[in-house]
């Protein structure tokens, strides 16, 4: 069952949208402020959230923003200004999608119904399992053993160019400029290593994240 959370103070409009939206593989709840919507978020695990820009208590981009800092949920925005301004910051701030107001159920339909199938593509086709990990770099969560691990950005980035290239040799140099591609002039030599050690301990990867004498490292390859 998939759940949709829509956010809007229009109440008519809300309860249409309920009622266009809703099947017996979707279940709808609606709200009408983002303090009822936050709160919403902590009672269910979300498939989709449907965000009306302008509501009563806020901006739909400030709680999209706030939003981003902790899921990839995706967020279709609902507005009545389709100034192209408005609409090209909404999906720089993470929107998957973005309505203007007054739109046809049909279509709105068709775009919601396109954001639950690309979730369901990635769930299947970007969860890596290796034996006793499994890790999915869509949603941010990574296991060992069937426990969770928490990685920081920096991890993640040096865990999936590993993972992606298992049983590959690759150079400290090569990872060094994958991983830290913000800008900086000067990278610390020691940056990589320090990276490497944390991962290695919060995986218990000592022996599948190899060091490679001379060159640099590589995820041992033991998957069929």
């Known amino acids: 069952m998939k759940h ?4 809007e103070d229009d109440a008519v409009l809300a309860a249409g949208l309920c009622r266009a939206l809703t099947s017996p593989e979707i279940k ?15 009672r269910q695990n979300w498939s989709l959230i449907l965000l009306d820009v302008n509501l009563p208590d806020g901006n739909g981009f400030d709680f999209l923003t706030e939003l981003r800092q902790t899921t990839q949920l995706p967020v279709i925005l609902l507005t009545a200004n389709d100034l192209e301004t408005d609409i090209v910051s909404g999906l720089e701030l993470g929107a998957d999608d973005y309505i203007t107001k007054p739109f046809s159920l ?10 639950l199938r690309r979730i369901e593509q990635a769930t ?8 006793r990990f499994s890790f999915d770099f869509d949603r941010m969560v990574f296991t060992a053993d069937g426990v969770p691990v928490e990685l920081s950005k920096t991890e993640q980035k040096l865990l999936r160019i ?5 049983g590959m ?3 400290r ?19 990589l290593s320090v990276t490497v050690k944390r991962l290695r301990d919060k995986l218990g990867a000592q022996d599948t994240i190899k060091t490679v004498y001379g060159i640099g490292y590589m995820w041992v390859k033991t998957d069929v």
């Open 162 to 166: 590993l993972v992606e290239n298992r």
């Open 173 to 191: 140099s090569d990872l060094v400029d994958r991983i830290w591609t913000d800008g900086a002039e000067y990278v610390d030599e020691n940056a």
């Open 169 to 171: 040799k690759l150079s």
């Open 4 to 7: 949709i959370l829509i956010v």
């Open 106 to 115: 049909a279509v709105l339909r068709a775009r919601v119904n396109t954001q």
């Open 28 to 42: 709808t709840t609606s709200c009408e402020t983002l303090h009822d919507a936050q709160k919403m978020l902590l």
């Open 124 to 131: 299947v086709s970007n969860v890596i399992t290796l034996g």
